[in-house]
C-alpha cells in the first residue's frame, strides 16, 4: 500500500544573489521572468523593470525545492542619475545576470506557477 500523499512546498525566497546562483548551478532547470516597464510609445526600447528568476529542482537532503530571487529596478536603480540613466544601468544589470545564467544554467523564459491549484489544494488537505 502507498501511504504517500503530496505535499506542496513553496519557493524558498533567497536575499542573496551569490546563493541563488550557487544553487541555480544544481538546478534542473531555471526559470527567468521578465518584466518591463510600460510606455505609451511604440518606438521606445523595452527595458527591464524586475526578473523573477526560479531555480526549479535543487535537490535538498532528498527533496527536489524551488529557490527564488527577484532583481528589481528600486533595488538596483543609482538614484545620483537621471531616470533614463537609471532605468538603462538596472536594464543593463539584469541583461548581464540572464546571460550569465545562460551561460552557466539550462535558463528558460517563462512563468512558475507558485501556488497549487484550488482543488489540489482541497486534495492535499486531511
Given amino acids: 500500500m502507498d501511504n504517500e500523499t503530496p505535499v506542496f512546498i513553496p519557493p524558498v525566497l533567497l536575499s ?3 546563493e541563488f546562483k550557487r544553487l541555480a548551478k544544481e538546478a534542473a532547470v531555471v526559470v527567468c521572468t521578465p518584466e518591463y516597464f510600460h510606455s505609451p510609445f511604440l518606438t ?13 529542482g535543487v535537490n535538498v537532503k532528498g527533496l527536489a525545492l ?4 527577484i532583481l528589481d529596478y528600486n533595488d ?7 531616470w533614463d540613466e537609471q532605468v538603462r544601468d538596472a536594464d543593463d544589470i539584469m541583461n548581464g545576470v ?6 552557466e544554467c539550462n535558463l528558460v523564459r517563462g512563468t512558475v506557477e507558485a501556488e497549487p491549484s484550488l ?8
Fill in 76 to 82: 538596483l536603480a543609482d538614484r545620483s542619475g537621471t
Fill in 16 to 18: 542573496s544573489y551569490d
Fill in 119 to 126: 482543488g489540489a489544494e482541497s486534495f492535499m488537505r486531511p
Fill in 98 to 103: 540572464m546571460t550569465y545564467l545562460e551561460s
Fill in 66 to 69: 524551488t529557490f527564488k530571487y
Fill in 44 to 56: 521606445d526600447k523595452k527595458r527591464l523593470r524586475r526578473v523573477t528568476l526560479s531555480a526549479l
